[in-house]
């Protein structure tokens, strides 16, 4: 007789999902692997014999609040179906409706890969307008500033934050002379 996670596996399997499994049936089993095994997504059912899914799924939350966690349940009333979802459940699949399965998890790994993206797109955006933010500074500094070595300084020190060195020179030619300025810690 195989065991649920062997036809869980069977149903992945037979849908051509290539995929590494942990199958674990205890507390301290699932806090090892959700340590050491870092799951893209965690397929689990509601009562274990000596675990509850919603512990399981409170737990995932702490470690890896990214990834999908899918209930794979026998009789799940409606009530507890809505209540793992509000609890941040992904999706919850009847184990006589195994058919769900491959669709429900394909769906949670595209949704993660969407705010994966969406994560990063918004980081970029993040440094975008942080840098306009220091380009408009520097702008508005330049225009108030009407001293050459002040305008300077301003510049230099703009640039250290930039390119988040301590110390430096830059050299410019005035009139067929150079003239150094070096700066040490200027913050």
């Known amino acids: 007789v195989k065991t649920d996670a062997e036809i869980i596996e069977q149903e992945l399997k037979n849908a051509k999902l290539n995929f590494t499994s942990k199958v674990v049936d205890n507390k301290e089993d699932f806090v090892k692997e959700l340590n ?10 509601y ?7 919603i512990s399981a ?26 209540e793992t979802l509000k609890r941040g459940a992904t999706d919850y699949v009847l184990k006589d409706k195994l058919s769900r399965l491959v ?23 993040r440094r975008r ?11 508005n500094m330049i225009l108030q500033t009407h001293n050459l070595d002040e ?27 150079f003239i150094i300025r070096s700066w040490q810690g200027i913050t």
């Open 47 to 53: 009562f274990l014999p000596s675990f509850e899914g």
């Open 151 to 177: 305008l300077l300084n301003i510049i230099l020190a703009e640039a250290i934050k930039l390119l988040n060195v301590e110390s430096g020179a830059v050299y410019l030619l005035e009139e067929d002379e």
């Open 103 to 125: 669709p429900s998890v394909k769906r949670a790994m595209r949704e993660i890969k969407e705010r994966i993206e969406r994560k990063k797109s918004d980081e970029i955006v």
């Open 129 to 139: 307008h942080n840098e306009l933010a220091v380009n408009a500074r520097i702008v």
């Open 57 to 82: 799924l409170a737990m995932a939350q702490e470690k890896c609040i990214d990834v999908p966690f899918i209930f794979v349940s026998g009789a799940i009333g409606e009530d507890w179906a809505i």
């Open 36 to 45: 050491n095994f870092n799951p893209n997504i965690i397929l689990a059912d």
